[in-house]
């Protein structure tokens, strides 16, 4: 069956501008996961998803960014007024309780 | 604080080698344990998990991992590598319905 999607795969954009990145989790899953993965810091937890539980954002590094699941599906991170330390991969996840499937990532590059 | 240490940044085999991938864990219970594969410029594939029972589990592509408790260590072995398993491997502990925490990674070239 069709797996974790995420759109755009690649964005450039230029510093202070916001920016939206989409994750189209596999039908069914009731979790959904954010993750960056930067040179200098790895692969990072963002913000999770679970139901419709309240979202746990401790991952989020500032209130610059936010994220969003509608209808308990498709899911939008925003990060506004982006800065140069935001470029990286940010990978979204879905699974069961147990198991995350990840998508092949969006690639962010702020100038 | 959960965290995963796995201490080889970049390992290189000849084809057809044996493989071992370290992986340490900290953990306050019983752990949830991945390995996930990336190649260049791919998403994460998940190769197998342990969650508890047979400690010797067995994943994709014909690699399995060992959980040994007393040395709070979770290593991924294969038997005979191919240059096709050329990329970047990654350790991650978790609990269940909870975020992963990862390893820094550890990128496999394969000589020929």
């Known amino acids: 069956g069709a797996g974790v999607s995420q759109s755009p795969s690649n964005k450039v954009t230029e510093k202070g501008k916001d920016v939206e990145l989409r994750c189209d989790p596999i039908s069914g899953h009731t979790a959904l996961y954010w993750y960056r993965q930067s040179l200098g810091q790895g692969l990072e937890f963002l913000i999770y998803?679970?139901?419709?539980?309240?979202?746990?954002k401790s991952g989020l590094p500032s209130d610059r960014f936010s994220a969003e699941r509608t209808g308990g599906s498709v899911s939008t991170l925003t990060i506004q007024r982006t800065q140069q330390e935001d470029s990286a991969v940010y990978l979204c996840?879905?699974?069961?309780?147990?198991?995350?499937?990840f998508g092949p990532g969006t690639r962010l590059l702020v100038l | 604080a959960q965290s995963v240490t796995q201490p080889d940044i970049h390992i290189t085999v000849s084809e057809g080698a044996s493989l071992e991938l370290r992986c340490n864990y900290s953990?306050?219970?019983?752990?949830?344990l991945f390995w996930y594969v990336q190649s260049p410029g791919q998403g994460l594939q998940l190769l197998l998990k342990?969650?508890?029972?047979?400690?010797l589990v067995q994943g994709i592509k014909g690699f399995e991992a060992e959980f040994k408790r007393s040395q709070s260590s979770f290593n991924l072995r294969k038997p005979s590598v191919h240059w096709s398993d050329a990329a970047e491997y990654f350790c991650?502990?978790?609990?269940?319905?909870?975020?992963?925490?990862f390893g820094a990674g550890t990128i496999l070239r394969v000589k020929s």
């Open positions: 996840a879905s699974g069961t309780e147990e198991t995350q499937y």
């Open positions: 991650a502990v978790g609990d269940y319905g909870n975020k992963l925490v």
């Open positions: 953990y306050g219970a019983t752990p949830y």
């Open positions: 342990y969650f508890s029972g047979d400690t």
């Open positions: 998803f679970q139901g419709n539980s309240a979202p746990d």
